[in-house]
Nanobody
């Protein structure tokens, strides 16, 4: 009933910038926390950034000061602005959104995007 579509990944040089987007669609009653995860080759998936419904943000130490998470509630979209990119930022990036739905059953559930590849290389 709910779908997430990610976009914005690609190839960028070290020191460059990218902006990722994740848009939710479907029968959405409200949206709680939104988050970005990433998974590098041979590594576990890690939490990069979160943003609450009230706008409170948290970042992993590895990205703090370089990445900014934001949300546009009118568009049901979460963004990740990535600046000063490093080769170690290379990973598949996934959005995760906690969404309250009324159909078929009332409740809050986590939904995942399909992932988008970010490659930082010279």
């Amino acid at each position: 009933q709910v779908q997430l579509v990610e976009s914005g990944g690609g190839l960028v040089q070290p020191g460059g910038s990218l902006r990722l987007s994740c848009a939710a669609s479907g029968s959405i009653f409200s949206i709680n926390e939104m988050a970005w995860y990433r998974q590098a080759p041979g590594r576990q998936r890690e939490l990069a950034a979160t943003i609450s419904r009230g706008g409170t943000t948290n970042y992993a130490d590895s990205v703090k000061g370089r990445f900014t998470i934001s949300r546009d509630n009118a568009k049901n979209t979460v963004y990740l602005q990535m600046n000063s990119l490093k080769p170690e930022d290379t990973a598949v990036y996934y959005c995760k959104v906690n969404i309250v739905v009324l159909r078929p059953t009332f409740g809050a559930y986590d939904y995942w995007g399909q992932g988008t590849q970010v490659t930082v290389s010279s």
